[in-house]
């Protein structure tokens, strides 16, 4: 198996720095030549690609999924088949099952959370590092749950990447979440009036003049087109975090009767 044959034009920054370690330590050869680029950079980075590309996003996916899965100590079997599932759908059959081989090695070793955090905020726009923190909060509610300790985690992994507290929230309540120590289940199609504000960034005694400016701040923010760099795959992705959005946004106005 190498990474090689799929990596090309795919992934740049993340092949140095930690998590060029990382990845490199758990899986050796498997990077076969590409992490050959590292000796023309003193530092790791690669100096050619500094944007982000989908192999970096996949590589930053891969590394922190395992910072979560590892937090509360067990490794449940539906947090690996929501990573599967994703990562198919993101890069196809074959190119997931290389980054699944590797999750498996990241999950081996010890994760430097705040390094492989400040080196993703260096590279990778805002709207990208929301998208990532989205998945993030998928794997910890991957089994219905999110444990306490794998809340912290993502609530740590969120302050390193540059997330504000407002967006950590937003996120959580997306899943169904009311608060950082909550170990809430996810909700049903319904949001709920609380979790819909929480997901608008915004408190239920607010006008409603204000109620509609906090929809279209998040609409832009939250739109598919921020992270339309990474491909279309990742960008239907996007849509998931959008269309709470827009959900949230129509229960409020429903409940105020507002048009």
């Given at each position: 198996?190498?990474?090689?044959?799929?990596?090309?034009?795919?992934?740049?920054?993340?092949?140095?720095?930690?998590?060029?370690?990382?990845?490199?330590?758990?899986?050796?050869?498997?990077?076969?030549?590409?992490?050959?680029?590292?000796?023309?950079?003193?530092?790791?980075?690669?100096?050619?690609?500094?944007?982000?590309?989908?192999?970096?996003?996949?590589?930053?996916?891969?590394?922190?999924?395992?910072?979560?899965?590892?937090?509360?100590?067990?490794?449940?079997k539906s947090e690996l088949e929501f990573v599967k599932s994703y990562l198919v759908r993101q890069f196809g059959q074959e190119?997931?099952?290389?980054?699944?081989?590797?999750?498996?090695?990241?999950?081996?070793?010890?994760?430097?959370?705040?390094?492989?955090?400040?080196?993703?905020?260096?590279?990778?726009?805002?709207?990208?590092?929301?998208?990532?923190?989205?998945?993030?909060?998928?794997?910890?509610?991957?089994?219905?749950?999110?444990?306490?300790?794998?809340?912290?985690?993502?609530?740590?992994?969120?302050?390193?990447?540059?997330?504000?507290?407002?967006?950590?929230?937003?996120?959580?309540?997306?899943?169904?979440?009311?608060?950082?120590?909550?170990?809430?289940?996810?909700?049903?199609?319904?949001?709920?009036?609380?979790?819909?504000?929480?997901?608008?960034?915004?408190?239920?005694?607010?006008?409603?003049?204000?109620?509609?400016?906090?929809?279209r701040k998040m609409a832009k923010k939250y739109h598919p087109d921020k992270v339309a760099s990474l491909g279309p795959n990742?960008?239907?992705?996007?849509?998931?975090?959008?269309?709470?959005?827009?959900?949230?946004?129509?229960?409020?106005?429903?409940?105020?009767?507002?048009n």
């Amino acid at each position: 198996m190498s990474f090689g044959k799929w990596i090309g034009g795919s992934i740049g920054w993340s092949l140095g720095g930690p998590i060029g370690a990382v990845a490199g330590f758990a899986l050796g050869a498997l990077f076969d030549n590409s992490l050959n680029q590292q000796a023309e950079d003193p530092q790791g980075y690669s100096q050619s690609q500094q944007t982000t590309q989908p192999g970096d996003f996949g590589m930053s996916m891969v590394i922190l999924s395992a910072a979560v899965m590892k937090a509360d100590n067990r490794i449940m079997k539906s947090e690996l088949e929501f990573v599967k599932s994703y990562l198919v759908r993101q890069f196809g059959q074959e190119q997931a099952k290389e980054l699944v081989t590797a999750l498996k090695e990241v999950l081996k070793t010890d994760v430097p959370v705040r390094q492989v955090c400040l080196q993703i905020r260096s590279h990778m726009s805002h709207p990208m590092r929301l998208q990532l923190m989205h998945y993030l909060f998928g794997v910890g509610y991957a089994d219905g749950n999110v444990h306490r300790v794998e809340l912290n985690t993502l609530n740590t992994i969120a302050r390193y990447l540059g997330i504000s507290q407002k967006d950590f929230f937003s996120i959580n309540a997306m899943f169904g979440g009311q608060g950082s120590q909550s170990g809430a289940r996810p909700g049903s199609s319904s949001l709920g009036l609380s979790s819909a504000y929480k997901i608008l960034e915004i408190e239920s005694n607010v006008s409603d003049d204000e109620v509609k400016k906090a929809y279209r701040k998040m609409a832009k923010k939250y739109h598919p087109d921020k992270v339309a760099s990474l491909g279309p795959n990742f960008q239907n992705a996007a849509k998931e975090k959008f269309q709470k959005v827009q959900q949230a946004y129509e229960e409020v106005k429903k409940a105020r009767g507002m048009n």
